[in-house]
């Protein structure tokens, strides 16, 4: 099993590749750029990921054996984040923001054909992070549409309904890989909905599975679950060094030598 993800530091920043089994990371990218937002191809043979190679964010793909150069996938004006990429293979998921007044909206990119990217979710508000559904029906992802950052669902590619699954906020939404539950970040709490999604889609009621600290410094991949759903992935903020009390002295002046 292997995880990619990436190391930001200030305004650098590469991707790296650990094997979980044998606790070993190789570094990725080597570029001077920002690289970010690693997602692996069904397959497992490439990743595709987010650079500021040739500007603001952009779409990249490389071999996962991380022989061979990067080749642009996607290349404009605008800041772009990868999200998802389908089970089919087909599509990639991303967030983009332009110029314009619809702020971060929803896009995905066709692999086939013309690899046009389009619209999926894209209003007035801020939309971020979605995710396909592991039939690729349907997507979830985060809008802050109410006022605050909530869990969405609807159909893929195009949306015919729309169904809120948080409840008290929400954001980081990821499928478990058989689709029956809808994984979340509430605060400091992990969620999980029960899903049904056969003829229709039906969310049960959002459950607490447990508390951590996330980390705060990444733009997204704070947790990620394991294929069963019963173990996660943490991203946690370093442990704070032992704080010694800070001491008060008044009349400081009175303990110098005369």
């Known amino acids: 099993t292997r995880l990619a993800y990436d190391l930001v530091d200030g305004a650098a920043g590469d991707?790296?590749?650990?094997?979980?089994?044998?606790?070993?990371?190789?570094?990725?990218?080597f570029d001077a750029a920002v690289d970010?937002?690693?997602?692996?191809?069904p397959d497992g043979r490439r990743i595709v990921f987010t650079s500021t190679a040739a500007g603001r964010g952009d779409l990249y793909l490389k071999g996962a054996s991380g022989t061979k150069a990067?080749?642009?996938?996607?290349?404009?004006?605008?800041?772009?984040?990868?999200?998802?990429?389908?089970?089919?293979?087909?599509?990639?998921?991303?967030?983009?923001?332009?110029?314009?007044?619809?702020?971060?909206?929803?896009?995905?990119?066709?692999?086939?054909?013309?690899?046009?990217?389009?619209?999926?979710?894209?209003?007035?508000?801020?939309?971020l992070w979605a995710t396909f559904s592991p039939d690729?029906?349907?997507?979830?992802?985060?809008?802050?549409?109410?006022?605050?950052?909530?869990?969405?669902?609807?159909?893929?590619?195009?949306?015919?309904?729309?169904?809120?699954?948080s409840t008290a906020g929400g954001v980081e939404p990821f499928w478990r890989v058989d689709g029956r539950e809808l994984f979340y970040r509430s605060g400091?709490?992990?969620?999980?909905?029960?899903?049904?999604?056969?003829?229709?889609?039906?969310?049960?009621t959002p459950v607490p599975l447990f508390e951590t600290r996330f980390a705060t410094s990444t733009v997204r991949g704070r947790y990620r679950p394991a294929p069963d759903g019963q173990r996660f992935l943490v991203l946690a903020p370093l442990a704070r060094e032992t704080e010694q009390p800070a001491s008060v002295v008044l009349n400081w002046t009175s303990t110098l030598p005369r």
Request: aromatic share 12%; charged share 25%; proline share 5%.
């Open 136 to 165: 690729g029906k349907y997507i979830a992802y985060q809008s802050n549409e109410s006022g605050r950052a909530e869990i969405y669902v609807h159909e893929f590619p195009e949306a015919q309904h729309k169904w809120q699954v």
């Open 15 to 29: 991707l790296w590749v650990r094997d979980l089994a044998r606790g070993v990371s190789s570094r990725f990218t």
């Open 188 to 204: 400091s709490r992990l969620m999980a909905v029960p899903i049904q999604a056969g003829a229709g889609f039906s969310a049960g």
């Open 70 to 127: 990067a080749e642009p996938l996607l290349v404009n004006a605008d800041e772009k984040y990868v999200s998802d990429w389908s089970r089919d293979g087909r599509h990639i998921l991303f967030t983009s923001r332009g110029e314009g007044e619809t702020g971060w909206d929803i896009w995905a990119l066709a692999l086939e054909g013309d690899r046009k990217p389009f619209p999926v979710v894209q209003t007035t508000f801020g939309e």
């Open 36 to 41: 970010r937002n690693p997602q692996w191809s």
